[in-house]
C-alpha cells in the first residue's frame, strides 16, 4: 500500500472532515469512497495537530487534484515551549484553488512528531486492485 500522499493526485473529493485548526486527524474521502487520512499516532509526551489552514477546503472539492505534497522541517526561530518541534505543512491544489495545511509536533525531542499518512481503499478499489495484480 502507497504511503506516499501524492498518491491522491488525480483523485476527486468529494468530504473534507476534520480539517480545523487543532484537528489530530484529517479525512479525505474521494468520489470512488477511499479514505485517505492524515493523523499522528500518540506516544506520552508529545502534541501534533493542525496548526494552520491557508485556503479555502471548498477549492479542493469536485474536481481533480494537481498537487499533492508534504513539505517538513525543523524551525531554528520557533519560540514553543517545547524542546523539539517539527513544522510539517500539506499542500494541495486544483483549478479551483490552493490549500495549505500546516502541523506543528512539539515534545522533550523523545518522542515522534511526525504527522502519518494513510489511504483507505473503497471496496470497488480494493476489487479492481486485485483484478489487476
Known amino acids: 500500500m502507497n ?9 476527486t473529493l ?33 502534541i501534533v495537530c493542525v496548526e494552520d489552514v491557508t485556503g479555502d477546503p471548498k477549492d479542493l472539492i ?10 517538513g522541517g525543523n524551525s531554528a526561530n520557533y519560540s514553543g515551549c517545547s524542546d523539539s518541534h517539527t513544522w510539517t505543512f500539506y499542500k494541495f491544489a486544483t483549478v479551483k ?22 489511504m483507505e481503499l473503497s471496496e470497488n478499489e480494493k476489487m479492481i486492485k486485485d483484478i489487476i495484480e
Open 3 to 11: 504511503n506516499d500522499i501524492s498518491i491522491m493526485i488525480g483523485r
Open 14 to 46: 468529494v468530504e473534507i472532515k476534520k480539517m480545523c485548526v487543532g484537528s489530530d486527524q484529517i479525512e479525505f474521502i474521494d468520489s470512488g469512497g477511499s479514505k485517505y487520512i492524515l493523523y499522528h499516532d500518540q506516544s506520552c509526551c508529545e
Open 62 to 71: 469536485g474536481v481533480p487534484l494537481l498537487m499533492s505534497e508534504e513539505v
Open 97 to 118: 484553488g490552493y490549500v495549505t495545511i500546516r502541523w506543528l509536533g512539539e515534545s522533550n525531542g523523545y518522542y515522534s512528531e511526525s504527522v502519518n499518512f494513510r
